[in-house]
């Protein structure tokens, strides 16, 4: 079955901790995307990549980090800096140049619990 | 400019009734207008979408209305079922591969 895979579903954290959530996709896709969720709030973008080796900052980029090596996979790590780590993380692909650029298809998401 | 504004924040209807989900942005380089669906404790999913060159568009119970003038479009849900109680996402996205989501709305449909 194709599509998006991320663990763990739940993680919990110390304060002052990094912690890395996965992303791994099986689409094909080019693009990678990582979104923020919280309680009744929209989704907002953290970082995303078009292509391997390359990624953007999104609007609340501050505290995370990524990489992008391989096309399957765009790993979030969510570092000490991050000053409200607890939420509901999203990964998402999307076919980029080759198809239809905006149509994402979203992982399970993990949500990340930090004390 | 590159907010997507959404309301109502909730919504409850009765079986069989006709909610409507209704979305305004103001960045007029946005072409391409999704809905996703998102169920508790999972990620969003595609539900339908629209570029402004059409004013309407359906795909069996969901139809998006656009009107590029007002820079506004809609979620109308036909015949609503209590499967479709779910939280529902509009967004907006342009060339640069940013989607820009609005706030979400809770449906909950009565039985």
């Known amino acids: 079955d194709g599509g998006i895979t991320q663990s763990p579903k739940y993680l919990f954290r110390k304060e002052g901790q990094n912690v890395t959530l996965s992303c791994e996709q099986n689409l094909n896709h080019d693009a990678m995307y990582w979104y923020r969720q919280d309680p009744g709030q929209g989704l907002r973008l953290i970082y995303y990549?078009?292509?391997?080796?390359?990624?953007q900052k999104g609007d609340i980029a501050e505290g995370y980090s990524v990489s992008r090596e391989k096309k399957e996979s765009f790993p979030l790590t969510v570092t000490s800096a991050q000053k409200n780590p607890t939420a509901f993380y999203l990964c998402?692909?999307?076919?980029?140049?080759?198809?239809?650029?905006?149509?994402?298809?979203f992982g399970p998401g993990t949500r990340l619990t930090v004390t | 400019q590159q907010q997507v504004k959404q309301s109502p924040q909730s919504l409850i209807v009765q079986k069989g009734g006709i909610p409507i989900i209704n979305c305004a942005y103001e960045?007029?380089?946005?072409?391409?207008f999704p809905w996703y669906q998102q169920f508790p404790g999972k990620g969003p999913a595609l539900l339908i979408a629209?570029?402004?060159?059409?004013s309407e568009k359906k795909e069996g119970r969901f139809t998006i209305s656009f009107n590029k003038s007002a820079k506004q479009f809609s979620l109308h849900i036909m015949d609503s079922q209590p499967g479709d109680s779910a939280t529902y996402f509009c967004a907006a996205s342009e060339g640069n591969f940013k989607t820009i989501f609005g706030a979400g709305t809770r449906l909950f449909v009565k039985a």
């Open positions: 998402a692909s999307s076919m980029g140049t080759s198809g239809t650029p905006y149509e994402q298809y």
């Open positions: 629209i570029r402004p060159d059409v």
């Open positions: 990549s078009q292509i391997v080796n390359d990624f």
């Open positions: 960045n007029t380089a946005f072409d391409y």
